[in-house]
C-alpha cells in the first residue's frame, strides 16, 4: 500500500504521453504508408538503436521512463547502449556481445513464452 | 479522363475511389492503448525501484513481465482481438514483438515443433533480431572508432 | 460449338447444370444469403487438426454432396475439375484423392469455379464427356496463413482488404438435361493494371472484369439488359463500384443488374469484413447455393457469371511484383 501512496503520478503521466505518441507514430505508418507490420517493427527498432548510439534516446527515457523503454525503439536503445557499455570494457569483442546481453531478457523471454504458448494453445479463427 | 489508358491512370483513380482508413480514430485508439501498455511498465518499474532493484534489471523485468502477459494473451486468443482495436497501439510496445514471435509459433505448430514452431517462430519478428542486433554491433563499432583513446584494444 | 468473335464459344448443345452443393464456415453461416447454402459449419475447424485437411473435408464433402443429390452414379461422371488457393492446389488433391474420378487440377485463383465450369462444358459438349463435376474451395484461415499473416497476429486490416470466404462450392454438369444451360463461354485475358496492394484486390481484377464483360458483349452482340443478373466472383465493395465506373466509361451501364458474390455472402454493417467476401469458395459457394436457386426458381432466367482471380503468390507480392488480374464468364439460361 505504502508504494502506491508514493507512486510519483507525474512521471505516469509523462510515461502515458509518450508512449501514446511514440505509438501514434506507428499508426500513421500503418495508415499512411501499408508498411506491414514486420517492417514498421524494424523501423522502430533500428532508430532506436541510432537515437541510443547519439546517446539522445536516454535523455527521452530519463524523462518518461517506461514510456520510452517498452515500446519497441526502447529496445533497439537497449541493445545500443549494452554495445557501447561493453565496448568501453572488452574493447571490439564488446560491440558483438554487448547488444544481446543488454537484451537477452526481453529476448529469451519471448522465444521461450511463443515456445509454451504454441505448446498449450491453438489459433483460432477471428469472430468480429 | 479514361482511367485505363495508363498504369498511372489507374492508380491514381484507385487511390481516388478507395477509402481511406480512419487516421484520426486510429491515432486515438493507439494513444490511448499506447500509453496504457507502458503505463504499466512504468509502475511496475517503480514498484522495482522500491524494492531497491537498479535501473538496467528493473527495465528487464518490465519487459520479461510485459512479454509474459502479452503471450499469455495471444495464447488465451485474445491479442489479436486486441491489435485489431489498437493498431500501432499494441504493435509498437514490447507486446507486439511478443505477439510477433507467439503469433507463428501457435500457427506453424501443424508444421512440427522442430521446422514448425522452432523455423517459422520468427516469421515476423527474426527481422527486428536481425536489424536490431546489426544495428547495436555498427553503433559499438562506430562508437570505438570515435573514442579509440580512452578505449585499450583488446 | 463455335468460336465467335474473339474469344466466346458458344456451346451447340447447351450443358445443363444438374444439380449444385455449397457447404460454408460459421461466418458465412450469419451472412443474408446463409439460408441457401446446404451445410453451414460451426466450427472453421470441422474436427480436424489443421486448417488444411479441414478445407479438403470441405472440398471431399461437397462433391459428395453434389454427386448425392444429382443422382447419377459416381462411376457415371467422366471428369473431376476442381482447384483452390493453397500452393500445389492441395485442398482438392488431398480432398478427392479417394473419388476415384479422373481429376484435373486447375488454378484460375479465385476465378477457378468458373474456369472448371468453362472447361467442363466444353468437355461436354465435345462429347468427351457425359457428366462432369466441377468444384473449387476456400478456407479463411489456411489463406491467412499461406498469403497473410498468422491467425493470432495483432494486425489491422485496411478498409479495401476482403475476407476470405470459408467454404466450396461443387456443380455437376451433364449433357442430356432441362437446364439451367451454359449456353457461351467467354474465358479471360490476364490484365495486368500494375496495382500492387494485395490488400486492395477488387481494384487489381476489375480491369480484368471488365476486359471480359466488354469482350462478351462484343462477341455475343447482346447488351446488358439481356441478362437478369450480371455477377462478378468477388471484387468486392471497392471493386464492384469500380467496374461500375470503368463499364459506365466504356458505354455500357451495368449498374441496375450488377452485383458481385463478394458482396452477396456478407453483410459489410454487420459483420466487418471491409470490401467484402473473396477466394475460390466465394463465387462457387455463391454460385451453388444463392444463384443456382434463383435459376431453379426461375427468379432469374439469364446471368452472366463472372469469376474474377488475382493471379499472385507470397513471393511475387514479396518481390515487388504487380497482381495480374482475369476473369472467365458463363453464360446460363434457362
Keep these: 500500500m505504502e508504494f502506491f501512496q508514493n507512486l510519483n503520478w507525474m512521471m505516469l503521466l509523462k510515461c502515458f504521453i509518450v508512449g501514446g505518441l511514440i505509438c501514434i507514430i506507428g499508426q500513421l505508418l500503418i495508415d499512411k504508408t501499408k508498411l506491414t507490420p514486420a517492417r514498421i517493427l524494424v523501423i522502430f527498432v533500428t532508430t532506436g538503436a541510432i537515437l541510443g548510439g547519439l546517446g539522445w534516446y536516454e535523455k ?17 536503445n537497449t541493445l545500443a547502449k549494452g554495445a557501447i557499455e561493453d565496448v568501453t570494457k572488452f574493447g571490439l569483442v564488446g560491440a558483438f556481445t554487448g547488444g544481446i546481453k543488454a537484451a537477452a531478457g526481453g529476448i529469451a523471454a519471448a522465444v521461450f513464452f511463443g515456445y509454451i504458448a504454441s505448446l498449450i494453445s491453438k489459433p483460432k479463427m477471428k469472430k468480429q | 479522363m479514361n482511367p485505363l489508358d495508363t498504369k498511372k491512370d489507374y492508380q491514381e483513380y484507385v487511390n481516388k475511389k ?66 485489431k482495436f489498437a493498431g500501432a497501439g499494441s504493435l509498437v510496445p514490447i507486446t507486439g514483438f511478443a505477439n510477433s514471435i507467439v503469433s507463428p509459433a501457435m500457427e506453424y505448430k501443424s508444421e512440427g515443433y522442430v521446422m514448425g514452431v522452432g523455423a517459422k517462430m520468427f516469421t515476423v519478428a527474426g527481422p527486428v533480431l536481425v536489424f536490431g542486433i546489426s544495428a547495436s554491433i555498427l553503433v559499438g563499432i562506430i562508437y570505438l572508432i570515435f573514442n579509440t583513446q580512452s578505449i585499450t584494444l583488446v | 460449338m463455335e468460336k465467335i468473335g474473339s474469344q466466346t464459344i458458344r456451346l451447340d448443345n447447351p450443358v445443363t447444370i444438374l444439380e449444385t452443393a455449397s457447404i460454408v464456415g460459421p461466418k458465412e453461416a450469419q451472412g443474408p444469403i446463409a439460408k441457401y447454402f446446404d451445410q453451414c459449419l460451426d466450427d472453421e475447424f470441422w474436427g480436424e487438426k489443421t486448417w488444411e485437411k479441414a478445407e479438403s473435408k470441405i472440398i471431399k464433402e461437397t462433391v459428395n454432396m453434389a454427386i448425392t443429390k444429382s443422382k447419377i452414379p459416381a462411376q457415371n461422371i467422366d471428369f473431376c475439375f476442381a482447384g483452390d488457393l493453397l500452393n500445389q492446389c492441395i485442398s482438392s488433391s488431398f480432398g478427392l484423392r479417394e473419388l476415384n474420378i479422373p481429376f484435373f487440377g486447375i488454378f484460375g485463383a479465385c476465378s477457378t469455379f468458373v474456369e472448371g465450369l468453362c472447361l467442363g462444358s466444353i468437355c461436354v459438349d465435345g462429347n468427351a464427356a457425359t457428366n462432369v463435376i466441377c468444384a473449387a474451395s476456400s478456407h479463411f484461415c489456411s489463406a491467412e496463413k499461406q498469403f497473410r499473416f498468422p491467425l493470432e497476429l495483432g494486425n489491422q486490416r485496411p478498409p479495401t482488404a476482403q475476407w476470405t470466404v470459408t467454404g466450396a462450392g461443387c ?100 459483420q466487418d469484413v471491409h470490401s467484402g467476401g473473396s477466394g475460390c469458395g466465394c463465387c462457387a459457394s455463391v454460385f451453388s447455393g444463392f444463384l443456382f436457386n434463383e435459376l431453379k426458381q426461375k427468379k432469374y432466367k439469364r446471368i452472366l457469371l463472372i469469376a474474377t482471380g488475382a493471379l499472385t503468390n507470397a513471393t511475387s507480392a514479396q518481390q515487388g511484383e504487380s497482381i495480374p488480374g482475369i476473369a472467365h464468364a458463363v453464360s446460363i439460361e434457362i
Design chain 1, 60 to 76: 527521452l527515457v530519463e524523462f518518461a521512463g517506461a514510456g520510452a523503454t517498452v515500446p519497441l525503439t526502447g529496445f533497439g
Design chain 2, 18 to 83: 478507395s477509402p481511406n482508413s480512419p487516421t484520426l480514430k486510429n491515432c486515438f485508439k493507439a494513444f490511448i492503448v499506447g500509453g496504457f501498455i507502458c503505463s504499466i511498465g512504468q509502475v511496475i518499474m517503480e514498484y522495482c525501484k522500491y524494492r531497491g532493484l537498479d535501473k538496467t534489471l528493473s527495465s528487464t523485468i518490465v519487459s520479461i513481465i510485459l512479454i509474459l502477459i502479452s503471450a499469455f494473451l495471444t495464447g488465451l486468443n485474445l491479442f489479436n482481438k486486441i491489435g
Design chain 3, 171 to 270: 456443380a455437376v454438369l451433364t449433357k442430356n438435361g432441362q437446364g439451367p444451360f451454359i449456353t457461351h463461354i467467354t474465358p479471360g485475358k490476364i490484365v495486368d493494371m500494375g496495382i500492387k496492394d494485395s490488400n486492395n484486390m477488387g481494384a487489381a481484377m476489375a480491369p480484368a472484369a471488365l476486359d471480359t464483360l466488354l469482350t462478351h458483349f462484343k462477341d455475343t452482340g447482346r447488351s446488358p439488359s439481356y441478362y437478369d443478373a450480371i455477377i462478378t466472383g468477388d471484387l468486392g465493395h471497392v471493386g464492384k463500384e469500380i467496374l461500375n465506373d470503368l463499364s459506365l466509361s466504356k458505354g455500357y451501364n451495368i449498374k441496375s443488374n450488377y452485383n458481385d458474390c463478394g458482396v452477396l455472402i456478407f453483410d459489410k454493417n454487420k
